[in-house]
């Protein structure tokens, strides 16, 4: 269970916002039948999610997922402590055998194991050398994603040199073509982890690129683009459109933001009574 970080009250409804960054709504529309109590409810929500405005998006909240069984949290250099160990090959060798073995995902576990100790040995920042490469090439794109999305998730262990780390996987599989790795790169990309020169731009033809073949959490990154305007001209009608698409496609978060849009007029008008019907729907799908 997630460690809730904030707490919230109003009218005797909880909201919980965990570590995460969803927003799990406590919502009983059958208890909203009087107009005022409904716009004090959703006006209190409202400064929730502006109050926590870094943590509302998922896509703020990780890089990367893999179709089946991954999902990296994203967690920011400056949440690492100073005391995190150095990065060996024989701890992250353990690491991530450990997390394979648990998802009983082993078929690639020889080459996972060779090319994680030729990336130690030859790490040179963003690209792969020649020799490294040639060793990725032995794997399907998605398993070369795979592993770095695994790396990824080390940084809880070993800070921002597992981010760096990874960077270079997240690359070729991107380049190789897999969805997954194109949009975590293009996540890279726009945040600027792990030593990449931020490209906020770059990152929105990746997204656009994603969005057009039904990326879900594409679609959600590239509605926060036109949403607030970063890296694109700001487009509420675009935005609008593709938060319900990206809903639609299982992003539970996006519900939040189309209610959101609804509570502020973004979405062409004021509708209280859409705003909980959306709010409704992303806590049942965050259960």
């Given at each position: 269970m997630a460690t809730k970080i904030a707490v919230f009250c109003c009218h005797r409804r909880v909201f919980h916002l965990p570590a995460n960054g969803r927003l799990i709504l406590a919502l009983s529309t059958s208890n909203f039948l009087k107009k005022r109590s409904l716009e004090r409810h959703i006006s209190c929500v409202c400064?929730?999610?502006?109050?926590?405005?870094?943590?509302?998006s998922l896509f703020s909240s990780f890089i990367g997922k893999e179709s089946?069984?991954?999902?990296?949290?994203?967690?920011?250099?400056?949440?690492?402590?100073?005391?995190?160990?150095?990065?060996?090959?024989?701890?992250?060798?353990?690491?991530?055998k450990a997390k394979l073995q648990e998802s009983g995902d082993q078929l690639f576990l020889e080459n996972h194991m060779v090319l994680?100790?030729?990336?130690?040995?030859?790490?040179?920042?963003?690209?792969l050398s020649v020799s490294v490469t040639r060793l990725a090439e032995k794997l399907p794109a998605k398993e070369v994603y795979k592993l770095a999305a695994?790396?990824?998730?080390?940084?809880?262990?070993?800070?921002?040199?597992?981010?760096?780390?990874?960077?270079?996987?997240?690359?070729?599989?991107?380049?190789?073509?897999?969805?997954?790795?194109?949009?975590s790169y293009g996540k890279l990309l726009e945040t600027g982890?792990?030593?990449?020169?931020p490209d906020v731009i770059e990152a929105g033809k990746v997204f656009?690129?994603?969005a057009e073949q039904g990326h879900p959490f594409a679609q959600f990154s590239l509605a926060q683009l036109y949403h607030n305007g970063i890296?694109?001209?700001?487009?509420?009608?675009?935005?609008?459109?593709?938060?319900?698409?990206?809903a639609k496609n299982g992003i539970s978060e996006a519900n939040n933001m189309i209610g959101s849009m609804y509570t502020s007029g973004e979405a062409g008008k004021i509708?209280?009574?859409?705003?909980?019907?959306?709010?409704?729907?992303?806590?049942e799908k965050g259960k």
């Open positions: 400064r929730c999610m502006q109050k926590n405005k870094g943590r509302m089946l069984t991954y999902r990296v949290n994203k967690f920011s250099s400056s949440a690492t402590t100073k005391d995190a160990p150095q990065i060996t090959i024989e701890r992250l060798s353990e690491e991530i994680l100790e030729a990336l130690m040995k030859h790490w040179r920042g963003e690209v695994l790396i990824f998730d080390t940084q809880k262990l070993f800070g921002k040199d597992a981010v760096e780390l990874s960077v270079p996987l997240f690359r070729y599989s991107a380049m190789a073509g897999d969805t997954d790795g194109m949009y982890e792990g030593g990449i020169e656009t690129e994603l890296g694109m001209k700001k487009d509420l009608k675009m935005a609008f459109g593709l938060y319900e698409v990206s509708d209280l009574t859409k705003a909980v019907e959306y709010f409704t729907k992303a806590a």
